[in-house]
């Protein structure tokens, strides 16, 4: 059961969200212990969290090794590239093979005489039946470097990657984002773009004003939301921020002004002496899965929730946040929309309360 304080005040009250992993064969409790792998730190998962969380932790080295290396440079912008390539060289082991990752430009099947190409940081295309219009860069340059040009019908996602969330680079991120609102026509129906922004500062914690800059002003197709892969507040959460409807009562829109990030590990989430799950913080809530054993697990998250004239956005942060955005964009490259019941749910980390 679960239950909130009844002494604190509520403007985002109780975060639950519940899901199923599977049908529940009544076998499931001989083989429990092979399907969750527990750790000493208070979380636990299933099979492949662990493995989550190492890549995740080698996609950030990557990003703080280059990091280093720019203090003494000039121009500090290897980092930044770094970065993106590391992203790119996870995912293009992580997706099935029928999809290819790169940067590149998006082309659309018309007829110009002038015209310009954007240029965007991570593409996912059909690379079975896409051809490669084009591939550009330094001879020494990684596959994971190069530029290409995908034509907009084969394009299936696309993500702007930025090194540190900040007002200017989601702004930034943002009015990239919009300019495939001219290429709508030519993408697939079930396109899908968002933005990965590597850190957020600790000092900007409690800049209210960072957040409403990751909604657009007129929606843009196929804009979801997107990831924060790191605060150092907790080296092991990260965000997840996701488009959402606007209440059917605008009275519920009322903004709740919290901190934009919090020590998961530190919410006020626990189990009173009945066994009961209690939120007895502001920002705070669970996601609740109902495993094989059939039992009950939990997620801590942590965040936000902001609303603009046409939409609004949740932050969650949790140790799970990273395996849910990978997971979920195998979801939207099937076209298939995200429901509780999820056709993909392994790696999932849970915590201890």
């Known amino acids: 059961m679960l239950r909130r304080s009844p002494s604190s005040s509520w403007a985002r009250s109780l975060t639950v969200h519940f899901f199923k992993f599977f049908p529940q064969p009544r076998e499931y409790k001989r083989t429990q212990r092979r399907i969750l792998q527990k750790s000493n730190d208070g979380r636990y998962g299933q099979v492949g969290w662990k493995e989550f969380h190492h890549t995740r932790k080698e996609i950030l080295n990557e990003f703080e090794r280059a990091k280093g290396y720019n203090v003494s440079r000039p121009v500090r912008v290897q980092h930044g590239n770094a970065g993106e390539a590391a992203l790119r060289k996870w995912l293009s082991a992580y997706l099935p093979r029928k999809y290819g990752v790169t940067s590149g430009f998006v082309i659309p099947d018309v007829m110009a005489i002038e015209y310009q190409l954007d240029h965007f940081d991570l593409l996912i295309y059909d690379q079975i039946n896409s051809p490669i219009l084009w591939s550009d860069g330094d001879y020494d340059q990684s596959e994971q470097g190069k530029r290409r040009g995908i034509p907009a019908k084969y394009v299936?996602?696309?993500?702007?990657?930025?090194?540190?969330?900040?007002?200017?680079?989601?702004?930034?991120?943002?009015?990239?984002?919009?300019?495939?609102?001219e290429l709508a026509s030519y993408l697939p129906v079930d396109f899908s773009c968002g933005t990965i922004f590597f850190d957020l500062d600790t000092a900007l914690i409690s800049n209210q004003s960072i957040l409403p800059n990751l909604l657009p002003p007129t929606p843009i197709m196929g804009y979801w939301g997107g990831l924060i892969l790191h605060c150092a507040l907790n080296e092991e959460m990260a965000g997840l921020f996701e488009i959402t409807d606007l209440p059917a009562n605008r009275e519920e829109m009322t903004r709740l002004t919290i901190a934009i990030a919090k020590n998961i590990d530190e919410i006020k989430v626990y189990r009173d002496k009945h066994g009961n799950v209690c939120i007895a913080e502001q920002g705070a809530g669970v996601i609740a899965f109902d495993g094989r054993d059939r039992q009950w697990h939990f997620s801590k998250e942590y965040g936000p929730v902001i609303y603009g004239e046409r939409f609004g956005l949740t932050l969650n942060w949790s140790h799970n946040s990273f395996a849910r955005f990978a997971l979920d964009l195998l979801s939207r490259l099937d076209g298939m929309p995200l429901k509780k019941d999820r056709k993909y749910m392994f790696g999932q980390i849970f915590d201890t309360l």
Not at 156 to 179: D, G, N, V
């Open 156 to 181: 299936r996602a696309a993500f702007e990657i930025k090194a540190t969330l900040t007002s200017e680079s989601a702004r930034t991120a943002i009015a990239q984002l919009s300019k495939f609102n």
